[in-house]
């Protein structure tokens, strides 16, 4: 049986999901910070799923968040290398 460590696991855990898969690539096609407003009129997922799933792929490092005045601001984390291998498996699949 296949052994990861917590931080495999979680990581694992966030790619996993499509919402979060969605989330992803409608941040990388934006090119730009996204509030959670637009995140969810471009992917349909609900508000609360929406900032549930960010908060998880923030935490795995995939994307971060940058808080405007009161407002989150959200975009894929272009110093993460995992992340940068996600892009690139989108770009291959020409999503």
Request: with cysteine.
């Amino acid at each position: 049986m296949l052994k990861l460590d917590g931080e495999k696991k979680r990581f694992i855990e966030a790619i996993g999901n499509p919402s979060r898969l969605k989330i992803l690539l409608v941040l990388w096609k934006s090119d730009k910070e996204l509030t959670v407003y637009k995140i969810c009129r471009r992917t349909g997922v609900g508000r609360s799923a929406a900032s549930r799933h960010l908060h998880n792929l923030v935490e795995v490092g995939l994307v971060s968040r940058r808080i405007y005045g009161e407002i989150p601001l959200y975009t894929v984390n272009r110093n993460d290398s995992r992340a940068m291998a996600l892009i690139e498996f989108f770009i291959r699949i020409k999503l």
